[in-house]
Structures are given as structure tokens and as C-alpha cells.
Nanobody, 127 residues
């Protein structure tokens, strides 16, 4: 089992940047595929970005492609989401998720494919 703790959220002006971190407990972090999702008020949770267990493969939602970058440091048991050129529509609670026993070096884009979730961190982008 793994526990996930997100940090790095906050209030930023449109066009600004934030870096979210997700620290994982446990010694098997490097075997988990990881993802970031977000949920805005009144909306369903949506996929943002994913990274394979090795870090060699990444995948992004069209809405963040070219602005967000997901990465991981397996030595530090941490996955990151660098968010640049932020827009008001990026305002949401951002969640980190982990999938155990991933197939090969795949990325996963739907919430039901993940086994563990963090508590979320609020990101607010003002116009």
C-alpha cells in the first residue's frame, strides 16, 4: 500500500506558474504508474497527466499539453506537476494517484485504473 501527500498548490495570477509535488510512502514507489487529476467545483474529476513507472512515458490531456509537465524522481518517492501559463480554467483541486502493478511501461488516463489517491491540493488561478 502507498500513501500520497500533495503539496504546492496556492493562488496565482493568470500566466503564472506553480509546481505541485506528490510524496509517496513505501519502498515500492518506483513500481507504480502515477497520474494527476483535477476536479473543479460542480464538475467531474478529470485526467490531467500521467507518467509510467520508469518515467519514460508521459501523457497529457489536450487542455494542458504544452503548458504542464509531469515528472518523477523515484529516488525521492515523488512525482511532480510543473504548471506554466496557468489559466483561470485550471482552477481546481488537484489529486495525485498511483496505480499498482502497471502493465509494461504504460500510462493510465482514467480514474478507475488507479488504486491510491492523495487528499488533493487547491490551485486557484485569478484573472
Amino acid at each position: 500500500q502507498v500513501q500520497l501527500v500533495e503539496s504546492g498548490g496556492g493562488l496565482v495570477q493568470a500566466g503564472g506558474s506553480l509546481r505541485l509535488s506528490c510524496a509517496a510512502s513505501g519502498r515500492t514507489f518506483s513500481s507504480y504508474a502515477m497520474g494527476w487529476f483535477r476536479q473543479a467545483p460542480g464538475k467531474e474529476r478529470e485526467f490531467v497527466a500521467a507518467v509510467s513507472w520508469s518515467g519514460g512515458n508521459t501523457y497529457y490531456a489536450d487542455s494542458v499539453k504544452g503548458r504542464f509537465t509531469i515528472s518523477r524522481d523515484n529516488a525521492k518517492n515523488t512525482v511532480y506537476l510543473q504548471m506554466n501559463s496557468l489559466k483561470p480554467e485550471d482552477t481546481a483541486v488537484y489529486y495525485c494517484a498511483a496505480r499498482a502493478n502497471p502493465s509494461y511501461d504504460y500510462t493510465y488516463t482514467t480514474s478507475y485504473e488507479y488504486n491510491y489517491w492523495g487528499q488533493g491540493t487547491q490551485v486557484t488561478v485569478s484573472s
